[in-house]
Antibody
Framework: EVQLVESGGGLVQPGGSLRLSCAAS????????MSWVRQALGKGLEWISF????????YYTDSVKGRFTISRDNAKNSLYLQMNSLRDEDTAVYYC????????????WGQGTLVTVSS | EVILTQSPATLSLSPGERATLSCRAS??????LAWYQQKPGQAPRLLIY???NRATGIPARFSGSGSGTDFTLTISSLEPEDFAVYYC?????????FGGGTKVEIK
């Protein structure tokens, strides 16, 4: 059974940093692409970052470029999101999602971790 | 950026009725359109990918169609568990984008 479990969310002040993790199990992690998608309370879905199965290809949405860094450790079956210079508008539930290369990037989703940016 | 516009914003229907949800893209996205279902407090779940392919375990009452800029998700006969929010998503161009969602509610 595919499982994606996010962790690392919490309350942080504007300008602060946070590192999210996503632990994967039940599939060959190194063969799948991974992404982060967020959802502000009561709002829609927003894709924020993608990393290829090897880690060679990385993309970000404009609003997080230069502030967020996606990475993965295939030996540890883990995905990460380093978030710096956090803003109020980054407050959201952050989901990790896995996908088959060349097919859909969001086949399976974790349950999400809440990030609250507030003073 | 490809803008996806979903309509209607809310669909009020009774169990057993047919639901037709629309997703329109601001430019052609070939057939790289997916649909997700999200229930309150839960993560989204993939229903349909590449316009018309049902994901693993998705019932046959869910079907997708369309091409280019106009796409449709049809639920042939609503079950009680189908009342939820539905999002479309395109993977043709970066950034990956989602539509604003359609809420299917019980009438």
């Amino acid at each position: 059974e595919v499982q994606l479990v996010e962790s690392g969310g919490g309350l942080v002040q504007p300008g602060g940093s946070l590192r999210l993790s996503c632990a994967a199990s039940g599939f060959t992690f190194s063969s799948y692409t991974m992404s982060w998608v967020r959802q502000a309370l009561g709002k829609g879905l927003e894709w924020i970052s993608f990393i290829s199965s090897s880690g060679d290809d990385i993309y970000y949405t404009d609003s997080v470029k230069g502030r967020f860094t996606i990475s993965r450790d295939n030996a540890k079956n883990s995905l990460y999101l380093q978030m710096n210079s956090l803003r109020d508008e980054d407050t959201a539930v952050y989901y990790c999602a896995s996908g088959i290369p060349g097919v859909n990037p969001f086949d399976y989703w974790g349950q999400g971790t809440l990030v609250t940016v507030s003073s | 950026e490809v803008i996806l516009t979903q309509s209607p914003a809310t669909l009020s229907l009774s169990p057993g009725e047919r639901a037709t949800l629309s997703c329109r893209a601001s430019q052609s996205i070939s057939n790289y359109l997916a649909w997700y279902q999200q229930k309150p407090g839960q993560a989204p779940r993939l229903l349909i990918y590449d316009t018309s392919n049902r994901a693993t375990g998705i019932p046959a009452r869910f079907s997708g169609s369309g091409s280019g800029t106009d796409f449709t998700l049809t639920i042939s006969s609503l079950e009680p568990e189908d009342f939820a929010v539905y999002y479309c998503h395109q993977r043709t161009n970066w950034p990956l984008t989602f539509g604003g969602g359609t809420k299917v509610e019980i009438k």
